[in-house]
């Protein structure tokens, strides 16, 4: 029975969800609610590795916006690791992974996010259960349950 009750604390998001990730730079960015995927990814382009005080770090640009190549944000942020990822197609890639903080539905917390040309995908960011586990339920029947869809004007 407990098990049931913290479902019943925990809010709902639709499958895509507008987010923010105010470490980087990125006010909004819609996302697919993906769970089956473990991990979550960003779009991410012009990759720069390099050193700051011992920590390896990477420099890289987002269009976060669908279907706007003119509004670019620029971010850098320390590489926490190097992981091997299958992409959508089964190919294993070797990704540089970040920590940074989502915003959703009024919460902030941290996660975990690899960054990946997802030029050719649906959506700029992918938000896998690592992420929403024990914070969501996902209904994967509705969209923007905890966000808004305006628009951007940039």
């Known amino acids: ?3 049931e009750s913290s479902r019943k ?3 709902v998001i639709g499958w895509r969800e507008i987010v923010a990730l105010p470490k980087l730079g990125i ?3 819609k996302a697919k609610i993906d769970t089956g995927a473990r991990s979550s990814a960003l779009h991410a382009f012009h990759l720069a590795k390099f050193s ?8 890289f640009q987002v269009h976060p916006l ?3 190549a003119h509004y670019t944000v620029t971010a850098e942020t320390e590489v926490i690791d190097w992981r091997e990822v299958r992409n ?3 190919v294993a890639q070797l990704r540089p992974v970040i920590e940074t903080i989502v915003e959703l539905g009024g ?3 941290k996660i975990e996010l690899t960054l990946t040309n997802r030029d050719e995908m649906g959506f700029r960011m992918l938000l896998g259960r690592q992420a929403v586990r024990q914070k969501f339920l996902v209904d ?7 966000s808004s869809l305006k628009t951007e004007k940039k």
């Open 140 to 146: 994967a029947g509705n969209s923007f349950l905890q």
């Open 1 to 3: 029975m407990k098990r």
């Open 107 to 109: 919460k902030s917390w």
């Open 88 to 90: 959508s197609g089964g």
């Open 66 to 68: 669908q279907r706007n």
């Open 9 to 11: 604390q925990l809010a």
């Open 27 to 29: 006010e909004r960015v």
């Open 52 to 59: 700051r005080e011992g920590k390896q770090m990477i420099r």
